[in-house]
């Protein structure tokens, strides 16, 4: 039986190679007519009927958006034996490959990335989506020309709009160390919050290197949620031994708070504090540099000694001479 080339499934298109599975299959490709690199995005031949439907949905969801830091559909094929959809290429890979290379993000990425994350919020939000699934394997980056990263939100597979019905049943789709603690108790009752607490575990990360509650340190399911349902985070510690800027501090408090009604989600009060705290950063990092002895910074003033030719001459220091006040306006000026 002759071999059929996976290109036959996504005409149009040439695979260069795939990028990762997850509930579904990613490929880097390029497109034929243009040269452009794309990422497609397909399920297996003979998926099931829901699977599909979550596809459909989320291939329409993403392409009625259009916003820098939410990634852009460029084609929807789902009337295929293999339904796909092409998004655009974003050549820095996600946020699990960074951490994964570097361990964790500086304090000044970290508050780009959840001011970056808000404006996605802002725009998903308000058309009543909830996406249930904010993780590192959700967000990429690509590097800027100035050193800078921009980041976008991609995956909305399992998202679900607030009007509707629960898009999943149970707990087998969500990804438990970013769950919040309602995606446990109260599945079908998630609202806007739940995407707060989830970056605050995705900043957390960041921030520290580690999530504040992970599958492998539990002894089972049970312990684990229970630790979400339950136990304030681990006090967050970075890497650098640096401090945590105050208002950052308070964002993750916030949004890592148990109950939903008392988390921070207000997206205009979350890019509040992160640009406090981009402010505190700045401020520490400038105290720094102050305390900074002379000597041992780079560029210091020349110091000239006389040349020997030249005798130091010193010269005899005068009294001071004490000016007394003259008349009544004089000796009021002087008290």
């Given at each position: ?100 290379e570097q361990g964790y993000l500086d304090v000044s990425n970290t508050i780009r990335l959840g001011l970056q994350m808000a404006e996605a919020f802002k725009v998903i939000h308000a058309r009543g989506i909830i996406h249930r699934d904010i ?83 539990s002894a089972g399911i049970a312990t684990f949620m229970g630790h979400v349902l339950r136990t304030p985070p681990p006090a967050l510690v970075l890497p650098s031994g640096k401090s945590v800027p105050p208002s950052l501090d308070t964002i ?84």
């Amino acid at each position: 039986m002759p071999t059929v080339s996976v290109n036959t499934h996504f005409p149009g298109y040439e695979i260069i190679g795939e990028l990762g599975r997850s509930n579904a299959r990613v490929l880097k490709a390029r497109h034929l007519a243009t040269g452009d690199l794309v990422a497609i995005k397909h399920f297996t031949l003979n998926t099931d009927a829901d699977t599909l439907r979550r596809f459909r949905l989320e291939s329409q969801l993403m392409t009625d958006i259009q916003h820098p830091n939410v990634v852009r559909v460029r084609d929807v094929q789902l009337d295929m034996p293999m339904p796909f959809i092409v998004m655009e290429w974003v050549e820095g890979g996600n946020l699990r490959t960074l951490l994964g290379e570097q361990g964790y993000l500086d304090v000044s990425n970290t508050i780009r990335l959840g001011l970056q994350m808000a404006e996605a919020f802002k725009v998903i939000h308000a058309r009543g989506i909830i996406h249930r699934d904010i993780k590192p394997e959700n967000i990429l980056f690509r590097p800027l020309p100035s050193g800078e990263l921009h980041f976008l939100l991609t995956d909305f597979g399992v998202a679900r709009i607030r009007e509707q019905s629960q898009t999943m049943t149970g707990q087998s789709l969500m990804t438990y160390e970013y769950a919040s603690p309602e995606q446990f108790d109260n599945p079908r009752g998630v609202d806007e919050a739940t995407d707060y607490y989830s970056l605050g575990v995705v900043l957390y990360e960041c921030l520290s290197g580690k999530v504040p509650f992970s599958m492998t340190d539990s002894a089972g399911i049970a312990t684990f949620m229970g630790h979400v349902l339950r136990t304030p985070p681990p006090a967050l510690v970075l890497p650098s031994g640096k401090s945590v800027p105050p208002s950052l501090d308070t964002i993750l408090e916030w949004t890592l708070a148990k109950n939903p009604a008392e988390r921070l989600s207000d997206v205009n009060e979350l890019v509040f504090l992160l640009g406090q705290a981009n402010v505190e950063q700045l401020q520490a990092s400038r105290s720094v540099e102050r305390r900074i002895p002379v000597a041992s910074r780079t560029m210091t003033a020349p110091v000239y000694a006389p040349r020997q030719s030249e005798p130091v001459i010193s010269m005899p220091e005068e009294e001071p001479r004490v000016v007394q006040p003259t008349g009544l306006l004089g000796w009021l000026s002087f008290l």
